[in-house]
């Protein structure tokens, strides 16, 4: 195997790198939904959310954590 790295493992590993973090922001927006909607505040920021609920933002939340180890034991592998 060469030294330098091939287009592909440079594209697995900015696929994770944007899947962890996008894997991070769901998890502090899911806190953040909880928080404001049990203090039954709804300022401008929530409305930014739209119609994005609970579960729809755990759905991606999970699809992204799914993705982040799926594209880790990929860099593993490799």
């Known amino acids: 195997m060469s030294p330098e790295p091939t287009s592909f493992l440079l594209c697995l590993k900015a696929v994770h790198g944007t899947a962890v973090a996008s894997w991070m922001a769901g998890q502090l927006?899911?806190?953040?939904?909880?928080?404001?909607?049990?203090?039954?505040?709804?300022?401008?920021?929530?409305?930014?959310?739209?119609?994005?609920?609970?579960?729809?933002?755990g759905a991606i939340t999970t699809l992204t954590a799914v993705l982040s180890l799926l594209t880790g034991a990929g860099l593993l592998a490799l």
């Open 29 to 57: 927006c899911i806190w953040w939904l909880h928080v404001h909607r049990a203090m039954g505040t709804h300022g401008p920021a929530l409305g930014v959310l739209g119609g994005l609920d609970r579960r729809t933002l």
